[in-house]
Structure formats: structure tokens, C-alpha cells
């Protein structure tokens, strides 16, 4: 079956202790990216991947590290998380670029206390 | 950057009538609007597209219309039904100086009250 899947589901976590969420797709698309969901907000992109170790800033990615060494996963780090980064993580996919559908992940909920 | 806004935050319509939301945006070189839909706990998931190319595009129910010289885009969704309730995400692609990303509107949570 074809999809993304993300882990953890949700997450509850304190102040500065590090934290990686995966991500992985078994579409052989090209293209992957964060986004964080925000009430009133929409879905703001984080960091994508235009190919294996091709990965550029999205509109807020401070806070945030991505990496991408094999075309299937793209996982998020969080050195430091903060308060601040509370919210609905989902990762997303696409055969070429951001121009095709995005595939979303089920999404992963963090607190940050 | 480009910038998405949408309006209304909030529409409730009756089971039968017409939904309307509308998208503007800043960026003139955009040239890429999807729709997504999103429902209670679930991921989001494309419910259809228009290119710069189109003023117009249609699935069933669903329609989008694009007027570049203004810069808006909206979503018509006809005979709606209990099912269209979801939240709806409309989204623009930047131009190439922007990235390869996509700016989404803060969502609009549509009623379709039975």
C-alpha cells in the first residue's frame, strides 16, 4: 500500500531534550517536506527536500534540522524544542515537486512542557 | 514571500446549498493553487487543483475558479452534504525566486448542518 507514515504519533516532551520524528514514504517520490499545523494558522512549511541531500528552508525553520541521505525518509530534529513548538507535525510527500499532490503522513502531535 | 489569505475562517451553509471560499494571494508569478481538505483528526488530502493557464476547472460537485489580474482564486462546492464538513486549505506555489514551496491560507471550517 502506498504511503507515509510518521513516528511518533504523539509526543510529550520537556525543554531541551532533543527529539526526531521520522518520516518515510514507499512511493519513490522526489520530493518531501515538513509542515506544522496551527490553529488559525494553516499548514506553514518548515523544511523540503527536492532530492537525497538537497534540502532547503521553508518559511520557518528556525528551530528545526531536517536531513535527507536515502530518498524514502526525511526525518525532523528538534535540538532544543521548546514551548513555542507545540503543535501538529505532518509530513508530506510528492512524485516531483512541490507543484504535485502532497501526500500527508496521519500527522504527530507534540507538547513541549 | 507569498503570501495566502482566506476568508471566511468559518461557514456554515444547509445540507443542499452552495459552499463559497476565497483565496488571495500576493506573489504574481504564482502559478500553481490546490484545495485540501481536512477532516476531524485526519490528514489532509487533495481535492483538487488549478494551474495559471486555467480560469476555471471542475470535479462533480466541486469547481475552482483563478482570476490572475486580481490575484484570487475561490472553491465552489455545490449540493453540499454532511460529508463536505471538514476544514478546507486553499494553498499557492511561489514563484522559482520564492522556493519550490507551498504558502497555505489559514483554513476555512465548513458546517453542513443536515
Known amino acids: 500500500e502506498a504511503q507515509v507514515t510518521q513516528n511518533p504519533r504523539y509526543l510529550i516532551t520537556v525543554t531541551g531534550k532533543k527529539l526526531t520524528v521520522t518520516c518515510s514514504q514507499n512511493?519513490?517520490?522526489?520530493?518531501m517536506s515538513w509542515y506544522r499545523q496551527d490553529p488559525g494558522l494553516g499548514l506553514r512549511q518548515i523544511y523540503y527536500?527536492?532530492?537525497?541531500?538537497?534540502?532547503d528552508k521553508g518559511d520557518v525553520p528556525e528551530g528545526y534540522k531536517v536531513s535527507r541521505k536515502e530518498k524514502r525518509n526525511f526525518p525532523l530534529i528538534l535540538e532544543s524544542p521548546s514551548p513555542n513548538q507545540t503543535s501538529l507535525y505532518f509530513c508530506?510527500?510528492?512524485?516531483?515537486?512541490?507543484?504535485?499532490?502532497?501526500?500527508f503522513g496521519p500527522g504527530t502531535r507534540l507538547t513541549v512542557l | 514571500g507569498e503570501n495566502v489569505e482566506q476568508h471566511p475562517s468559518t461557514l456554515s451553509v444547509q445540507e443542499g446549498d452552495s459552499a463559497v471560499i476565497k483565496c488571495t494571494y500576493s506573489?504574481?508569478?504564482?502559478?500553481?493553487f490546490p484545495w485540501y481538505k481536512q477532516e476531524l483528526g485526519k490528514r489532509p488530502q487533495l481535492i483538487i487543483d488549478?494551474?495559471?493557464?486555467?480560469g476555471e476547472k471542475k470535479d462533480q460537485r466541486i469547481a475552482v475558479t483563478l482570476n490572475k489580474t486580481a490575484k484570487h482564486f475561490s472553491l465552489h462546492i455545490t449540493e453540499t452534504q454532511p460529508e463536505d464538513s471538514a476544514v478546507y486549505f486553499c494553498?499557492?506555489?511561489?514563484?522559482?525566486?520564492?522556493?519550490?514551496?507551498?504558502?497555505f491560507g489559514g483554513g476555512t471550517r465548513l458546517m453542513v448542518k443536515p
Open positions: 506573489d504574481s508569478a504564482s502559478n500553481y
Open positions: 512511493m519513490n517520490h522526489e520530493y
Open positions: 488549478i494551474r495559471s493557464n486555467v
Open positions: 508530506a510527500s510528492s512524485f516531483r515537486d512541490h507543484t504535485d499532490t502532497q501526500y
Open positions: 494553498a499557492a506555489s511561489g514563484s522559482n525566486n520564492a522556493g519550490n514551496m507551498l504558502t
Open positions: 527536500s527536492m532530492n537525497v541531500e538537497v534540502t
